[in-house]
């Protein structure tokens, strides 16, 4: 810029009279002071750029402040078991590895062979030379080794461990791969639609296999059954316990149960595509919550997310209660050709509402269907009819009503009179 102001400068000068160039000394002065000039009006546009950039940089940053930060995690799911209500989602039907979650289905298929009685907790599980060579989490079997089954399931849901999974797998269904169809079949039946098997243990596949993957949502699916069964929540609440006669101590990976108020499972997993994952639940108050959080990075933000999901829920919602199990209801059921000739039939199962606490003013009604009469004989449990729970009148919930007790059929006038013979 000082270059241009002085080739101008110098054009004028040429092209002035001789009288006026006796004035050259003067210009030339001119000249000075206008390069000087230049030079300051460069400098204040310079300033003024750098203070508009500096003005500009506090309100991206605060544009980047405002905009949410990512949470610790790739997917949640927080749910209550009874209701099957969903309070909190992120991303709940994105597929994620399961890794050692799968092994929750594992338990529920266990947990329903005990129900039923196909299975018995003291069944030998007999270790293969398959189940010893398992890499990853275990208890080191070795082959040919025997342990009851209420063993194995320690091991597989307080220790995690693969070669427990795998022996048990084998023992009901002759192999992994048979088990893996169980397991399928099984999510098919939940209607876990974004989940699918390859594993019975959830490890890391091998090249050209793929991973087990499911959703934050379908785990809780899975543990809502799951909780249904006490031999499972008192497995999965356990910290410590030995093994082998004690030369091993198993320690539970899920540290909510050393840590959490109420925690008594379910079940944790970990490799390093699938980040670390958890479904915890806990009961307080009456009330169980279920909470999933899959791909944290680092397992204490893993725990500490599940712990603050189901701390919002148990202070933000609670369960009111309606009626207990085995409550009677106040109406009566006609009985043809039976003993008595009513009944008043009782809840099969406790009776709640799952309710927002700023909600608890609403209002509860219940309404019945039942039949006019029913006949006998009549067997203690049997379903009679339904009760329907309402919250502000919408239906919320339907309980089944039971009989209390058996009622035979009422005899004969002919076998009565044979009696008294």
């Known amino acids: 810029m000082t ?12 092209t002035l009279p001789a009288s006026a160039r006796a004035h050259r ?7 000075m002071l206008l390069v000087i000039a230049a030079l300051h009006l460069a400098a204040a546009s310079s300033a003024l750029a750098a203070h508009r950039n500096h003005r500009e940089r506090p309100r991206e940053a605060a544009r980047k402040s405002q905009s949410p930060a990512k949470p610790p995690y790739e997917a949640a799911c927080v749910m209550e078991p009874t209701t099957g209500t969903v309070i909190f989602a992120r991303n709940e039907h994105e597929p994620w590895p399961t890794a050692s979650l799968a092994k929750m289905m594992v338990m529920l298929i266990v947990a329903e062979k005990l129900q039923n009685g196909s299975l018995k907790l003291t069944d030998p599980i007999t270790t293969s030379r398959k189940a010893a060579e398992m890499g990853g989490s275990q208890v080191y079997l070795k082959e040919g080794e025997t342990f009851p089954l209420a063993d194995m399931m320690k091991a597989i849901i307080v220790h995690s461990a693969n070669d427990a999974t795998v022996a048990v797998a084998e023992y009901i269904a002759g192999s992994t791969e048979a088990f893996v169809q169980m397991m399928n079949r099984k999510a098919r039946e939940l209607g876990m639609k974004d989940t699918h098997y390859y594993s019975v243990h959830g490890l890391p596949p091998n090249p050209g296999q793929k991973a087990d993957v499911s959703s934050a949502y379908d785990e809780a699916l899975l543990a809502r059954q799951l909780v249904r069964y006490p ?8 910290k410590t316990a030995p093994f082998r006669n004690g030369t091993f101590t198993l320690r539970n990976t899920n540290h909510l149960v050393f840590t959490y108020n109420g925690c ?10 699938a980040g670390f994952n958890v479904v915890a639940t806990a009961h307080r108050a009456g009330m169980r919550l279920i909470a999933v959080v899959l791909g944290s990075p680092l397992k204490r933000q893993n725990f500490e997310q599940a712990a603050v999901m189901l701390s919002e829920g148990f202070a933000s919602y609670e369960m009111r209660r309606v009626a207990a199990k ?13 003993e008595v000739a009513s009944l008043k039939p009782v809840f099969a199962e406790d009776a709640s509402v799952f309710v927002k606490r700023d909600d608890a003013a609403k209002a509860i009604s219940v309404s019945y269907q039942l039949p006019p009469e029913i006949n006998a004989p009549v067997v203690a449990g049997q379903k009679i009819g339904t009760a329907e729970i309402s919250l502000d009148g919408k239906p919320v919930s339907v309980v089944a009503l039971v009989a209390p007790r058996a009622i ?4 004969s006038l ?8």
């Open 414 to 421: 002919l076998s009565r009179l044979w009696g008294h013979l």
């Open 3 to 14: 270059t241009v102001f002085q080739k101008i400068i110098s054009i004028k000068l040429r």
């Open 25 to 31: 000394g003067a210009a030339r002065a001119l000249s």
């Open 408 to 411: 035979a059929a009422r005899k």
């Open 231 to 238: 031999i499972i929540l008192k497995w999965s609440a356990i």
């Open 264 to 273: 008594d499972g379910l079940k944790t997993g970990f490799y390093h595509q």
């Open 326 to 338: 085995g409550a009677a209801i106040s109406r009566e059921v006609a009985i043809r050709n039976g």
